[in-house]
């Protein structure tokens, strides 16, 4: 089965800190897709990144940053130089079917930027 | 843009109540997801649809039933509305499989309070 932890579940910190956020999969499936989404206060979430099983290349986009490990099930997220934007709830999700059908997501990690 | 719009920001009905949660998108995406968000456990799936007319059920279905006449419009249905039920609800779209961007789009949520 499934399954995204994200065991940080609260992560407060002063702006132009880095931070990373955790998340480690499970699946049994040789191919299937990783994504983060950000929540903020609004409540709607906003898509940052898809990865495939098969792209193992970490990605930049400007501060934000994501380190795919297949050999540790992980895909973490890190923020460079915090700013109080940031503030949000960020979900880990995986799918194991192309198309994204079904998404199983993590618990969430509530991040607050402090100015 | 993609637009997914939810009927209500807020809702508060009482126990027994039949509520309807309506969500429309105006990307003609064939696929739409009702999800519900609770602290600590993420986002859970509850039903999803994948053409009108069609619908499959998610991780979480009982209690619920779904509603999908048209291509834009996307129903979730609490027959007997519990106060087990009151949560944030999320409803999202996606393009079909085999279409390069299948992230899913979400709406602002709706937060239900059931009394």
């Known amino acids: 089965a499934q399954k995204v932890t994200q065991a940080q579940t609260e992560i407060s910190v002063v702006e132009k800190e880095d931070v990373t956020l955790d998340c480690v999969y499970e699946t049994r499936d040789t191919t299937y897709y990783l994504f983060w989404y950000k929540q903020p206060p609004s409540g709607e979430l906003v898509f940052l990144i898809r990865?495939?099983?098969?792209?193992?290349q970490n990605e930049i986009s400007g501060r934000y940053s994501w380190n795919f490990q297949k050999s540790t099930s992980s895909f973490n997220f890190t923020i460079t130089a915090s700013q109080v934007v940031d503030s949000a709830v960020y979900f880990c999700?995986?799918?194991?079917?192309?198309?994204?059908?079904?998404?199983?997501f993590g618990q969430g990690t509530r991040l607050t930027i402090n100015p | 843009d993609v637009k997914v719009t939810q009927s209500s920001r807020y809702l508060v009905k009482r126990t027994g109540e039949k509520v309807f949660l309506e969500c429309v998108q105006d990307m003609d995406h064939e696929n739409m997801f009702w999800y519900r968000q609770d602290p600590g456990l993420g986002l859970r799936l509850i039903y999803f649809s994948y053409d009108v007319k069609m619908k499959e059920k998610g991780d979480i279905p009982e209690g619920y039933s779904v509603s999908r006449e048209k291509k834009e419009r996307f129903s979730l249905i609490l027959e007997s509305a519990s106060t087990n039920q009151t949560s944030m609800y999320l409803c999202a779209s996606s393009l079909a499989i085999g279409t390069r961007d299948y992230e899913q789009y979400f709406g602002p949520g709706t937060r239900l309070t059931v009394t």
């Open positions: 990865r495939n099983s098969f792209d193992e």
């Open positions: 999700a995986l799918s194991e079917e192309e198309g994204a059908q079904k998404l199983v």
